[in-house]
């Protein structure tokens, strides 16, 4: 979500900017965007519209192949047989996710290991929010609640995004999206029905992860650049802040059935505007957060890093014998012929 | 709630055993997650770790209703402390590196999988039931597990090396996979004799290595304990992290 790299300046690669497009292709591409067709992997598309959907769907793959991290800290440590296997499921959705959204970002022309390797060196970005850490249970109950919830947010409209394979991989993913938001807010449900102390442990989720989530829509439309392309070619349908405040009133009765208090004393409802409002967001911490600050930023990345390489001689090993075989194949109807 | 031991019958004791390997090995399993050597495996073995924690959930809400006294799966999972664990030694064994995790995988999988196809058969209802579903999981389990060894076996030096040292270091845990079961249960039908199991073992044991070209070690001094409590040491430092929220808050519902 993971869509915060749309915020970033987009540069261009060497030597493509200020590349001029053909103004009739260019009128022709944005008249069906705007028709609503989809826009497919071999239709011609403006280079800025390839660049900024590669950012983006590679985001998004990034973010949820991290995002696995913070959460698969607490397989192992699941209080019952039935969450461990729910958590278990959902880390390997998140995964799943990861795998689709690698291959609708390669059908524009980067592979895998490209992209894997802009992650791995830092040059590309992953959701702030896979940053934080998971330090009790209820935070298990938290993020699929806020974080998959806002995630959810985020890509509904992204199932009508102008580019084919990424909208039809966001429709897969959001029916997982919304199933995992559910079991969160489960999780939550059962700690707030449970002793004192589990409740206990659900507010404090909820202090430590609520900011963090209203930060996942990326900075204020005031300073966000390129949202205006983005959302004259349909990359994006809604602004951050619209995004953000549909989030904040869905959430907000939600934790209120639950009997908590969200960590935030400006938050109330405008009777007129019929909506929720809150406080100030801590930009600064988003700002560290992403200029890789963040309490586990380090942690995250080494964790990646470490399973590449220590992972690095078993893919050699594939490769190795898929040739072996192949050549095998090769060589045997030589050597029947013979 | 407090540490729990029970009374075991031969077919709550076996029943257990089965309980234990699967839930054990789908921990160790589950460790991979988010950090394999590729993308694909941290899907793989994680579908691997849910199959096998499915069985230990439907074995274990069984060993409750033989013992018949209202306790639940989670019961029986979070509250023993190791001494009780019956399960293989084999499957608590750390996952160290890729090649290790295949190679127990692989060995545990080649005999796993006639045993649930044979208890397909099962006299007890419930175990046939159980075994239905598990016989295709395992095949599945065996097949890729298979198909990994090979690749590391006759893949790189570097590979070739590591599965040998894998299998070097394991194989003497695989002597307590055949070791008798209750003779009257064996007798009844109700779970296959494991002695009758070896020969299918060997021959996958024997056709995969060919393949893999790896050497088959020899049968020398096997670790045996499991299956009466005698752990080795990572079983307790396992137990200790998945049973923890379990005992630090005793009784609560999660
Ligand atoms: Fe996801
Ligand atoms: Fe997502
Ligand atoms: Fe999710």
Redesign the interface.
Known sequence: MYTQALNQKDSGPQGTQGLVEDPERLARFEARVAAEDKIEPNDWMPEAYRRTLTRQISQHAHSE?VG??PE?NW???????????AL??K??DE??H??YL?AAAETLGTSREQLVEQLLSGKAKYSSIFNYPTLT?ADIGAIGWLVDGAAIMNQIPLCRTSFGPYARAMIRICKEESFHQRQGYE?ML??CR??E??KAMAQDALNRWWWPSLMMFGPPDAESSHTDQSMRWKIKRFTNDALRQQFVDATVPQGHYLGLTFPDPALRFNEETKHWEFGEIDWEEFRQVLAGNGPCNRERME?RR??HD?????????L??AA?RKARRAATPKLAAE | MTTITLAETPLLHAVLARADDA?VHA?RL??W???????????AL??V??DL??Q??SL?TYAAEVEGKGRT??DL??LRDAPSFRNLLLLEQPNG??AQTIVRLFLHSAVLHPFWRTAMGSSDATLAAIAAKAEKEVAYHLRHSAEWL???G???E??HR?AQEALDRLWRFTGEMFAPEDADLVARGVLPDPASLRPEWDATVARVLAEATLDRPKDGWMQQGGRRGVHTEPLGH?LA??Q???RA?PG???
């Open positions: 192949i696995m991290l698969g397989i192992t440590r699941a209080p019952s047989l039935r969450r461990k296997a278990l499921a880390v390997q995964g799943g990861g795998l690698y249970w999780i059962t700690l449970g002793t102390q589990q964790a470490r399973a220590e992972g690095a001689w078993v893919r050699e090993a594939a190795a014998h072996k | 839930l921990h589950s460790e997650v988010g950090h394999a050597p590729m993308l694909e495996e941290d899907l994680g579908n770790a849910l924690l499915g230990a959930r274990y799966e989670d999972a979070y590196d890729f090979i690749r590391l006759d893949g790189t570097e590979s590591r396992m992290v998945m923890h929220l379990q808050y609560a519902t999660w």
